[in-house]
């Protein structure tokens, strides 16, 4: 039985060991990936705060003065009093554009286009290693293997070798072997718990809708229909972002709101985002769904009221994933642990080729 999982445990790890290598290092960055990205765009993504902030209904005719015929699809909700507003429209030319926005003044402060997009692409390097669908079943599967090749290593080697490291390190060639062994078999058992955890919450971001349905079929629960939007009469004019917010704010009053996604016909609804303290998630897991012409709450998905199974897959393993759970504490953790990733890609193969 040792020498199977020695085996499925070397295997698994030649195998994967360059893409576990470059996933360890991006999920690093990724941990800190918006502090990265505002450090790069500060002039785009940051503002003084002046008082209050302008209403959405001020923001939008100052940006639709600016851009005549102009559809305003989104806004994205600034989450401190120095930050700035995101806001995606589509121009006349029917050409999409994305603008960052002072909430205080209505200042455009640049497009997305400007922004250095470093963050973004070591983000979705991570996720899809930069070339489509191909890498992301790639990404998905080098998880699968960091799941057998962490539960092979607790089994071998955990607890019983924790405390007995030997370190004797010199330029003979016997002792460096030596030393990449145990430095290989220290940090395997020093982080196995976490990289368990980082293959098995990749493994439900990877195949998410899976295990949605699962958490749902295990809860007894299924997505309910939302219900549609009436169609409104000629000439009715849709309800103002500042009146959708007080609809959203006054149905689920506990939430921050954290962004709006207007529809692009009167068949569709309003989409609000929002998220409440415990969520840790970026843009947060409740969704608001609103008639824009009669503000009638269509649907209402709040994490709250999530099953244990549903809130899991939908919040509490993107958050165990990125470290988001408790803050910045843990997010130095998961950064700390994806580093010993590529320790062990390195010295694991040298194992195996000593």
Request: proline share 5%; net charge positive.
């Given at each position: 039985m040792r020498k199977l999982l020695l085996n499925l445990h070397l295997w698994a790890g030649l195998?994967?060991?360059?893409?576990?290598l470059l996933l360890g290092s991006s999920g690093a960055l990724v941990a800190f990936e918006d502090e990265i990205d505002r450090a790069l765009n500060a002039k785009l993504a940051y503002v003084k705060p002046q008082g209050q902030p302008l209403t959405l209904d001020?923001?939008?005719?100052?940006?639709?003065?600016?851009?005549?015929?102009?559809?305003?699809?989104?806004?994205?909700?600034?989450?401190?009093?120095?930050?700035?507003?995101?806001?995606?429209?589509?121009?006349?030319?029917?050409?999409?554009?994305a603008l960052?926005?002072?909430?205080?003044?209505?200042?455009?402060?640049?497009?997305?286009?400007?922004?250095?997009?470093?963050?973004?692409?070591?983000?979705?390097?991570h996720t899809h290693l930069l070339i489509g669908e191909i890498a992301?079943?790639?990404?998905?599967?080098?998880?699968?293997?960091?799941?057998?090749?962490?539960?092979?290593?607790?089994?071998?080697?955990?607890?019983?070798?924790?405390?007995?490291?030997?370190w004797n390190f010199s330029a003979d060639g016997g002792s460096a072997k030596r030393f990449n062994f145990e430095l290989?078999?220290?940090?395997?058992?020093?982080?196995?718990v976490v990289l368990f955890i980082f293959a098995w919450t990749a493994i439900c971001i990877h195949w998410e809708r899976q295990v949605d349905k699962?958490?749902?079929?295990?809860?007894?629960?299924a997505a309910a229909r939302p219900e549609l939007p009436q169609i409104p009469a000629p000439g009715t004019v849709p309800l103002s972002p500042d009146r959708l917010i007080q609809i959203a704010h006054n149905a689920l009053p506990e939430a921050k709101i954290t962004g709006m996604q207007l529809p692009q016909?009167?068949?569709?609804?309003?989409?609000?985002?929002?998220?409440?303290?415990?969520?840790?998630?970026?843009?947060?897991?409740?969704?608001?769904?609103?008639?824009?012409?009669?503000?009638?709450?269509?649907?209402?998905?709040?994490?709250?009221?999530?099953?244990?199974?549903?809130?899991?897959?939908?919040?509490?393993?993107?958050?165990?994933?990125?470290?988001?759970?408790?803050?910045l504490p843990t997010r130095i953790l998961a950064a700390f642990f994806s580093l010993m990733l590529p320790v062990?890609?390195?010295?694991?193969?040298?194992?195996?080729?000593?």
């Open positions: 195998i994967a060991a360059l893409f576990l001020a923001i939008s005719t100052k940006l639709l003065t600016a851009y005549p015929e102009a559809r305003i699809e989104e806004f994205g909700l600034p989450q401190r009093a120095d930050y700035s507003m995101f806001v995606g429209f589509t121009q006349r030319s029917g050409k999409r554009a960052f926005v002072n909430p205080y003044t209505g200042e455009v402060l640049g497009s997305a286009d400007q922004a250095n997009q470093f963050s973004n692409k070591v983000h979705q390097f992301d079943q790639v990404t998905g599967w080098s998880a699968v293997f960091l799941f057998v090749i962490s539960i092979t290593g607790i089994i071998l080697w955990w607890p019983r070798k924790l405390f007995r490291m030997r290989h078999n220290f940090v395997g058992i020093l982080s196995s699962l958490a749902q079929k295990m809860s007894g629960t016909s009167p068949k569709q609804a309003v989409t609000i985002g929002l998220k409440f303290p415990e969520d840790h998630t970026p843009a947060g897991r409740t969704r608001l769904r609103i008639d824009a012409y009669t503000g009638k709450v269509l649907q209402v998905q709040s994490s709250r009221d999530m099953s244990m199974p549903v809130k899991y897959a939908r919040m509490w393993n993107r958050e165990l994933h990125t470290g988001d759970i408790f803050n062990l890609a390195i010295t694991g193969p040298l194992i195996w080729w000593n």
